[in-house]
């Protein structure tokens, strides 16, 4: 690192400590932001996008992130993009239409025919990788290696009426204990607040949508890489705190940062257990906002009330303590704390959730209250 950057560093740490991981943003970039409130439900206009990225068959990638996998769309730094995208869970590959006429969902929708024709047309990598079905990449003009992506989850739609669950035999958190697979097909309410499925009588899950994969890619040297486990790059983080009015931040790799997503849930309970959530059809609109110079060697998120600091490693006690690690250095570098003060903020105030227990790589995410800082004033998003 050059002597240059880490006066970089030094600085957004600073603006950080005053403002929020978001603040630096809206002094150095100058653009309009979305009001807050305009994205957590007092206004209920939709926001318009500079730019849609429709969920058909050559906008998908099937499993996988990779330096050499083509953009599907170009924007600019500070668009708000729409991007679709479409879950495949309980469907069948060799007769997609069966699962909404078997369950009686309309066929002629544009969400089914997505579906099918999705199904139907995008092949997995050749090489064996095997993933999620995901909708991208999107090149982010201005993006550069070591730089960091700000991504603003300005709105989350839902695309369809129902999401669906599954158990499987040697799959989940206790790959031993299921005998036979079984689909769980979750029905929405008219107001999409409420899942209820017909063969579990007498639950009401509440519906709290958030994207489970939101990656950039990673670098060229590692070639393609399977979504299935997340890295630093991002990816399968599976944080359900990731709803609409949360940011991710995640380091640059690739010219154009290269941005991915797609395994989208209506709830998840932390664990993820069973091996996946309600999955579901989601759009995301977000806001792309660079910041050059700033990577982070690990992905961070923020919400309104917390920031959240990610571990991840095969082992749960490491992604334990990796998350450990990022939170207390978040606390001391960037808001000023020294490391054995941090140590004791992580204990005694934040809480160590984990995020998943089921995609190869285990997620532990570290919640912490932006309201114990009381001598601190935190923006977001103003």
């Known amino acids: 690192m050059t002597t240059g950057n880490k006066n970089n560093r030094r600085n957004f740490i600073r ?26 439900g007092k206004v209920s206009a939709r926001i318009k996008p500079d730019h849609v990225v429709r969920s058909v068959p050559e906008n998908m990638v099937f499993g996988y992130y990779g330096a050499d996998v083509p953009a599907v769309a170009r924007v600019k730094d500070g668009d708000i993009v729409e991007i679709q995208t479409i879950n495949t869970t309980g469907i069948s590959k060799s007769d997609p239409e069966a699962f909404f006429k078997r369950n009686n969902f309309p066929l002629d929708t544009e969400h089914a025919q997505d579906v099918i024709n999705i199904i139907k047309n995008v092949k997995p990598d050749p090489g064996g990788l095997r993933g999620h079905m995901l909708t991208g990449p999107v090149f982010i003009e201005g993006a550069e290696p070591g730089d960091m992506m700000e991504i603003r989850v300005l709105d989350i739609l839902i695309r369809s009426e129902y999401g669906v669950n599954s158990v499987w035999p040697h799959g989940g958190g206790l790959p031993d204990a299921v005998t036979q697979a079984e689909t769980f097909v979750y029905k929405y309410n008219n107001k999409k607040t409420i899942a209820t499925c017909d063969t579990i009588a007498g639950v009401d899950i509440p519906i709290k949508p958030f994207f489970g994969v939101m990656a950039l890619s990673p670098p060229a040297e590692l070639g393609r890489v399977s979504s299935i486990p997340p890295g630093f790059y991002g990816g399968n983080f599976d944080i359900r705190y990731l709803t609409k009015g949360s940011t991710l931040y995640l380091p640059v790799s690739v010219a154009g940062g290269m941005f991915t997503t797609g395994d989208c849930h209506v709830a998840e309970g932390n664990g993820e257990v069973s091996g996946v959530s309600i999955e579901a059809s989601l759009t995301l609109i977000a806001k792309f906002i ?24 095969p082992d749960l006690r490491e992604a ?9 250095g978040f606390i001391k570098d960037e808001l000023g704390y020294t490391f054995n003060q941090a140590l004791s903020i992580c204990s005694v105030g934040v809480d160590f959730e984990v995020s998943q227990v089921v995609n190869r790589t285990v997620g532990v995410h570290a919640m912490i209250p932006k309201s114990i800082f009381t001598g601190k004033k935190f923006k977001y998003w103003a």
């Open 15 to 40: 603006q950080t400590a005053k403002g929020g991981l978001a603040a630096l943003s809206l002094t150095t970039l100058g653009g309009s932001a979305v009001a807050f409130s305009e994205v957590t």
């Open 290 to 313: 660079v910041h050059k110079g700033k990577a982070p060697k690990m992905a961070r998120a923020e919400t309104p009330t917390h920031f959240i600091a990610i571990g991840v490693d």
């Open 320 to 328: 334990m303590k990796n998350a450990i690690t990022e939170a207390t």
